[in-house]
């Protein structure tokens, strides 16, 4: 009930409106985001580095009113992609489709992500959306791919399409992060049972080691805060005779940073996905439902 009504609440844009003015709303984020401007996120990726810790850095915000808009975040990753080289961080950047364009069109969104791609050599990740992005996010990927090497996309475990999309896409020696998902989803798209979307997150986790272990390029990322689901994929990478570099395991600021940490103090490749910016609501709200124990410590900024 309480995931559903925080997931109804990433959607209303009235509450986007008026509950990020107030301060203790504010401060409440700082948990999950080092603040709202490019420089936090970059202090931020910063300090990570110093214990061995490296970085995906993107920008919040969703839907947008016009196509100019789509420029503008196009610009903004520009300038942010410039800095990361100028300050020699170990950051990538990872994109929305929507904040680049999506609604408007899938070729011009196409090209933002590529222009993205050409000018630098680290990897460009793309986010995946709700469902009715899918197709388009991934026919984007897939046209990209037979132009650059250097960009991954995300794999969503709970919806029922992810492990047949995974096939079609392994030909392309993809760069591939696997999640769980974080939107709200008809059952008829989406598994409804955590169990299910667990299941799905270890047999993809698992095709995608098995790919690099087969001889592919493509980096397997397994993005997730699940104990369980890290610990399997350690042991499969362990059966595959995988290297610990040859995969990562990827985690969000300031979610389990102790587990964070044991994974890079045992030798994994650790990147964290640091989020930044003023449009932060739903996607805060959606952290919310993760984990719903979450409001306590909200409960707590605002008495504190
Ligand atoms: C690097 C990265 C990139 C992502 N990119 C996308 C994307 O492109 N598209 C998309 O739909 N989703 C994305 N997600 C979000 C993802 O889909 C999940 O919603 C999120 O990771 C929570 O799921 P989980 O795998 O941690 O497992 P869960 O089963 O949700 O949680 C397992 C355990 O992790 C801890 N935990 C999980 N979430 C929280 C939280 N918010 N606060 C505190 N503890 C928590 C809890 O201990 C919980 O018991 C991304 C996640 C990561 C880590």
């Given at each position: 009930m309480l995931r559903q009504a925080l997931l109804w609440a990433s959607t209303n844009p009235p509450l986007a409106e008026r509950l990020p003015r107030y301060g203790f709303v504010k401060r409440a984020t700082r948990r999950f985001m080092p603040g709202e401007k490019l420089e936090d996120a970059l202090g931020a990726a910063a300090e990570l580095g110093t214990s061995g810790i490296t970085t995906t850095l993107t920008q919040l915000g969703e839907h947008l009113r016009s196509e100019a808009e789509a420029d503008e975040v196009l610009q903004h990753y520009r300038v942010l992609l410039a800095a990361i080289g100028e300050q020699g961080v170990d950051a990538e950047v990872s994109v929305k489709p929507t904040q680049l364009g999506l609604d408007f069109g899938a070729p011009a969104t196409r090209e933002r992500i590529a222009s993205l791609a050409r000018s630098t050599r680290s990897t460009v990740w793309i986010d995946m959306e709700s469902s009715k992005y899918v197709d388009a996010t991934l026919d984007i990927f897939r046209s990209l791919r037979g132009e650059v090497d250097n960009v991954g996309v995300c794999l969503q475990?709970?919806?029922?399409r992810s492990e047949a999309d995974l096939e079609k896409l392994l030909p392309l020696d993809p760069s591939i992060r696997v999640v769980k998902g974080a939107y709200q989803e008809l059952a008829s798209v989406a598994f409804a049972r955590k169990s299910d979307v667990d299941r799905s997150f270890v047999r993809i986790a698992s095709r995608l080691l098995r790919a690099r272990a087969q001889g592919g390029k493509g980096r397997p990322v397994i993005a997730t805060h699940d104990p369980r689901m890290i610990a399997e994929a350690g042991r499969m990478a362990i059966e595959l005779g995988?290297?610990?570099?040859?995969y990562e395991f990827s985690l969000l600021f300031g979610i389990a940073r102790a587990e964070q940490q044991r994974l890079e103090r045992n030798g994994h490749r650790v990147r964290v996905l640091i989020s930044y910016g003023s449009a932060w609501f739903p996607w805060y709200m959606r952290r919310l439902a993760e984990r719903p124990a979450n409001l306590w410590f909200v409960a707590k900024q605002i008495v504190g």
């Open positions: 475990s709970y919806l029922r995988l290297a610990k570099g040859t």
